[in-house]
């Protein structure tokens, strides 16, 4: 996991498009979510009510760490922590306040899927998909798709998920 995590960073966090990203970490540990992975940390035992987007991101990447291969786990942490990042963004771009706080450590994840049009058109085709393989752009679509119904699925938000057929 710690070489997953570094590599994930790299990618992320010291890639061309950084300079785009919310936060500005200076390695992995500061990252919640890389750093919960590193440390194969237990799901928070909070009630689902009562859970951030935070802990709800990192859930995710432990229910599916054991169901598959670490080249798509790094696709799927990759991509938490570019959503994690365009939510922060979103919801903080009109703020005044300085220095910008992250939002997902403290709201819930009820509104995630509201941001998942903006995410792949506004965020990430603009930033030419943070430096991912053309055939990954596919993936991407399909993991935005499996977030939306396993949000659903475990009663992290109402918003259910109608594909166009």
């Not at 080249?71 to 938490?80: A, E, H, N």
Request: proline fraction near 5%.
């Amino acid at each position: 996991m710690l070489d997953l995590a570094k590599e994930v960073f790299h990618f992320i966090y010291e890639g061309a498009y950084a300079y785009k990203l919310f936060s500005h970490p200076k390695s992995y540990e500061e990252n919640p979510i890389l750093q919960n992975l590193v440390l194969n940390s237990e799901i928070v035992n909070k009630p689902k009510n009562e859970k951030t987007c935070d802990e709800v991101f990192y859930e995710y990447l432990y229910n599916f760490k054991n169901k598959t291969n670490q080249k798509f786990l790094s696709l799927l942490t990759k991509f938490v922590l570019l959503f994690r990042e365009c939510y922060d963004v979103s919801k903080t771009k009109d703020s005044k306040d300085e220095p910008k706080k992250a939002v997902t450590d403290t709201i819930p994840p009820e509104g995630l899927p509201d941001l998942c049009n903006e995410f792949y058109g506004e965020f990430m085709e603009p930033n030419n998909f943070f430096g991912f393989e053309e055939n990954d752009k596919n993936e991407i679509i399909e993991i935005i798709q499996h977030f939306c119904i396993w949000l659903f699925k475990n009663e992290y938000t109402k918003s259910k998920l109608s594909l166009a057929s």
